[in-house]
C-alpha cells in the first residue's frame, strides 16, 4: 500500500519524505488556505521535495474550464496530477483530460457508485473520503471495500485512494480492504511509528545493555571511536 500525505504544509512534507516512506502527497483547497501563502509556490515546492503523484485540484464547475485549468496544473510539474470534484461536468473533463495523457484523482467520492463513473471515466485515482462517511455515522470503510471490489471485478485500473483518513486504524483497515493508497494527515503517520510497548521494550533493552562488561568498549567501536 502507498502512502500519501494529505497537507499543504512543506515541512510536514519534507519529514514524511526524509522517512522513506512517504510515496506521494494530496491537496486540496482548505489545505492550501491552511499553508497560508501562494497556491502555485507550495505546489512546486512540494513537487519537487516529493517525487512521486502531488494531487492539486481544480475549481471550475464547467468542464471547459475544469480542462482549461487541468492542462495548466499538469504543466507546472511531471508529477502533478489534477485532482477533480465528482461532479457530472467533472467527469466530462476527466475523460478529456485522460485521452490528452494527463493523470486525474476524482474527490470528494462519497458513494461506490460515484467511483464506478469515475473509474469509466478514466480516472488515475479514485478518493473515496470515509473519515467524512464516518461523521455522518456511516462506515466510511465500508465504502473503500465495496469500490476496491467493484474495480476488481472489472479490473479498472484507476487506484483507489483512500481518503479523509482520520487514525492509524483507518489505514490498517484500507490497507486489509486493498485499497492501492492511503493518504493520511502527517499526525497519522506519526502516530503509525508509535506503540508504548516499543518505547517501554526500548528503555528495558537500553537499561540492560548497561549491564552488558563490554558495553561501553563496544559502544565506542560502533560510533566509531575506536
Ligand atoms: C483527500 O484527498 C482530501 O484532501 C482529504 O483526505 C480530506 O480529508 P478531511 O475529511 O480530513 O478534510
Not at 483507518?170 to 508504548?196: S, W
Amino acid at each position: 500500500m502507498k502512502i500519501f500525505l494529505d497537507t499543504a504544509d512543506v515541512e510536514a512534507i519534507r519529514q514524511g519524505v526524509a522517512l522513506g516512506v512517504v510515496d506521494g502527497v494530496t491537496t486540496n483547497p482548505t489545505l492550501a488556505a491552511k499553508a497560508g501563502r501562494g497556491f502555485k509556490e507550495t505546489v512546486l515546492e512540494i513537487a519537487e521535495i516529493c517525487p512521486g503523484p502531488v494531487s492539486a485540484e481544480t475549481v471550475g464547475l464547467e468542464a471547459d474550464q475544469i480542462v482549461k485549468e487541468g492542462r495548466i496544473l499538469a504543466k507546472w510539474a511531471p508529477n502533478i496530477i489534477v485532482k477533480v470534484p465528482l461532479l457530472a461536468e467533472g467527469l466530462k473533463a476527466v475523460k478529456q483530460l485522460t485521452e490528452e495523457g494527463i493523470k486525474t484523482n476524482v474527490t470528494l467520492v462519497f458513494s461506490p457508485a460515484q467511483a464506478l463513473l469515475a473509474a469509466k471515466a478514466g480516472a488515475t485515482f479514485v478518493s473515496p473520503f470515509l473519515g467524512r462517511y464516518d461523521d455522518i455515522g456511516q462506515e466510511g470503510m465500508q465504502l473503500v471495500r465495496d469500490i476496491v471490489k467493484i474495480y476488481r471485478n472489472y479490473d479498472f485500473k484507476t487506484e483507489v485512494l483512500a481518503a479523509s483518513i482520520r487514525s492509524p486504524l483507518h489505514v490498517v483497515e484500507a490497507a486489509l480492504a486493498g485499497a492501492d493508497i492511503g493518504t493520511m494527515p502527517p499526525k497519522v503517520l506519526e502516530q503509525m511509528i508509535q506503540h508504548p510497548l516499543t518505547d517501554k521494550g526500548l528503555a528495558s533493552f537500553l537499561k540492560d545493555w548497561e549491564t552488558v562488561p563490554d558495553a561501553k568498549t563496544v559502544f565506542e567501536e560502533l560510533e566509531g571511536r575506536r
